[in-house]
């Protein structure tokens, strides 16, 4: 199995499953039933709303949630107490705290054995299904699809850790 692939250790993506979970019973009174883990060497087929958020300092990467509109929309309106009809601001702002909060509990679990903090960046937000999000090549995204209550949704997670280029940059030349 190839070296990227070795180090997504469980004790790597088990903290964003676990967070996601927690979200869901704590703060959405729901349970996230997680389905099958999924490799791809490319950015996996995007539902209609994808949250994502930057991870750097000796994990370096990328956290995905990706939704139909439905189930953005569930889960909004269950956050807030409200009927959601539509994708707005609010959603858009709900959606991009939902990825800051999977992605914050996962780096205080995981920043136990990484050797320094992780730091977050702030979520970014994209709608619709016709885009495309550059990363270094021959990354690989572990895909978690999860089903609730509110809809089905999946967690896309990519990341490098210090193992993987032996405390190197991510940088790679052309030659």
């Not at 996601?20 to 490799?39: I, K, P, Q, W, Y």
């Not at 569930?74 to 939902?98: F, N, P, Y």
């Not at 995204?141 to 999946?154: M, Y």
């Given at each position: 199995?190839?070296?990227?692939?070795?180090?997504?250790?469980?004790?790597?993506?088990?903290?964003?499953i676990e967070s996601v979970r927690e979200l869901f019973s704590t703060m959405l009174?729901?349970?996230?039933?997680?389905?099958?883990?999924?490799?791809?060497?490319?950015?996996?087929?995007?539902?209609?709303?994808?949250?994502?958020?930057?991870?750097?300092?000796?994990?370096?990467?990328?956290?995905?949630?990706?939704?139909?509109?439905?189930?953005?929309?569930?889960?909004?309106?269950?956050?807030?107490?409200?009927?959601?009809?539509?994708?707005?601001?609010?959603v858009r702002d709900g959606i991009a705290e939902v990825v800051n909060i999977v992605?914050?509990?996962?780096?205080?679990?995981?920043?136990?054995?990484?050797?320094?903090?992780?730091?977050?960046?702030?979520?970014?937000?994209?709608?619709?299904?016709?885009?495309?999000?550059?990363?270094?090549?021959?990354?690989?995204?572990?895909?978690?699809?999860?089903?609730?209550?509110?809809?089905?949704?999946?967690?896309?997670?990519?990341?490098?850790?210090?193992?993987?280029?032996?405390?190197?940059?991510?940088?790679?030349?052309?030659?």
């Amino acid at each position: 199995m190839d070296k990227k692939i070795d180090s997504m250790k469980a004790e790597y993506i088990n903290p964003f499953i676990e967070s996601v979970r927690e979200l869901f019973s704590t703060m959405l009174n729901s349970n996230a039933e997680r389905g099958d883990v999924d490799v791809y060497w490319e950015v996996p087929p995007s539902s209609d709303i994808v949250a994502l958020i930057g991870l750097s300092g000796p994990m370096r990467g990328t956290v995905a949630l990706s939704f139909p509109v439905g189930t953005a929309l569930s889960l909004v309106g269950r956050m807030l107490g409200v009927d959601v009809r539509v994708v707005d601001d609010t959603v858009r702002d709900g959606i991009a705290e939902v990825v800051n909060i999977v992605a914050g509990s996962a780096k205080g679990k995981l920043h136990k054995g990484m050797g320094g903090p992780i730091d977050l960046s702030l979520p970014t937000v994209v709608r619709g299904t016709d885009y495309q999000v550059g990363y270094p090549s021959r990354t690989a995204w572990l895909e978690v699809p999860f089903t609730s209550d509110l809809g089905a949704f999946s967690l896309r997670v990519t990341f490098e850790t210090p193992d993987d280029t032996g405390g190197a940059s991510n940088e790679s030349s052309d030659s």
